[in-house]
């Protein structure tokens, strides 16, 4: 149970496939590049209102298209294992738990009494590397894929089974590629928040009188 959750975890935190934004072909590569230069960011999946094209460091101009896949494969798997952990800490922080034994010894009851972030440190040494160990597995697979998504290739994809978007018009698959990344900045926004109050309590305001983060 515990590797298999830690490899469940791994696939869809560590690999930016499903609804990522298309990669470019290397036919495509100078178009792209004319296209960056010009910063047109309004066109890509995710610029979408209340700020549309939200670049205030410039990261659009910086590098090539390489660059900007590598930025937009970045944002997709921040975002998931972001989305992941904030639901992780919720379902944690509300006491919902597997039934049975984590390792030996250990319960998943007796884990789910504790602080999400302190369950961590509850987790044995050999559970721990098996989490790690997914996740290397998985990124290996990924980055080690011909040719690389930075160069036009595909964005590599560990879904079983697969999920045909073949049929998904381009208008549907927009929406979906633009939810996805904004729930996912949001996320990201929520778990930074949620640890940040319950490193520092009262550092944020919202969540100071709310046990579940201290």
Same mark, same amino acid.
């Given at each position: 149970?515990?590797?298999?959750?830690?490899?469940?975890?791994?696939?869809?935190?560590?690999?930016?496939?499903?609804?990522?934004?298309?990669?470019?072909?290397?036919?495509?590569?100078?178009?792209?590049?004319?296209?960056?230069?010009?910063?047109?960011?309004?066109?890509?999946?995710?610029?979408?209102?209340?700020?549309?094209?939200?670049?205030?460091?410039?990261?659009?101009?910086?590098?090539?298209?390489?660059?900007?896949?590598?930025?937009?494969?970045?944002?997709?798997?921040?975002?998931?294992?972001?989305?992941?952990?904030?639901?992780?800490?919720?379902?944690?922080? %509300?006491? #919902?738990?597997?039934?049975?034994? &984590? *390792? =030996?010894?250990?319960?998943?009851? /007796?884990?789910?009494? $504790?602080?999400?972030?302190?369950?961590?440190?509850?987790?044995?040494?050999?559970?721990?590397?098996?989490?790690?160990?997914?996740?290397?597995?998985?990124?290996?697979?990924?980055?080690?894929?011909?040719?690389?998504?930075?160069?036009?290739?595909?964005?590599?994809?560990?879904?079983?089974?697969?999920?045909?978007?073949?049929?998904?018009?381009?208008?549907?698959?927009?929406?979906?590629?633009?939810?996805?990344?904004?729930?996912?900045?949001? %996320?990201? #926004?929520?778990?930074?928040?949620? &640890? *940040? =109050?319950?490193?520092?309590?009262? /550092?944020?305001?919202? $969540?100071?009188?709310?046990?579940?983060?201290?």
């Amino acid at each position: 149970m515990k590797f298999l959750s830690a490899l469940l975890v791994a696939v869809m935190a560590s690999t930016a496939s499903a609804f990522v934004p298309a990669s470019f072909s290397s036919s495509s590569q100078q178009t792209f590049s004319t296209f960056l230069s010009a910063v047109d960011l309004n066109g890509m999946a995710g610029s979408t209102l209340p700020i549309k094209a939200f670049d205030p460091l410039g990261y659009g101009k910086l590098g090539g298209a390489e660059t900007l896949n590598w930025f937009r494969a970045s944002e997709l798997k921040h975002g998931r294992a972001a989305m992941l952990a904030t639901t992780g800490f919720l379902v944690q922080a %509300a006491g #919902i738990h597997f039934p049975g034994y &984590l *390792s =030996e010894g250990v319960t998943f009851e /007796s884990l789910s009494g $504790l602080h999400p972030v302190d369950q961590w440190a509850a987790v044995s040494d050999a559970g721990k590397w098996q989490i790690i160990g997914a996740i290397f597995v998985a990124e290996s697979y990924a980055e080690l894929q011909k040719p690389h998504y930075m160069m036009g290739g595909p964005t590599a994809e560990l879904i079983w089974p697969k999920v045909d978007t073949s049929a998904v018009s381009p208008d549907v698959m927009l929406t979906k590629q633009n939810r996805e990344l904004n729930n996912g900045r949001l %996320a990201m #926004i929520a778990i930074m928040s949620f &640890l *940040s =109050e319950h490193a520092i309590p009262g /550092s944020v305001p919202l $969540l100071a009188n709310i046990e579940a983060f201290h």
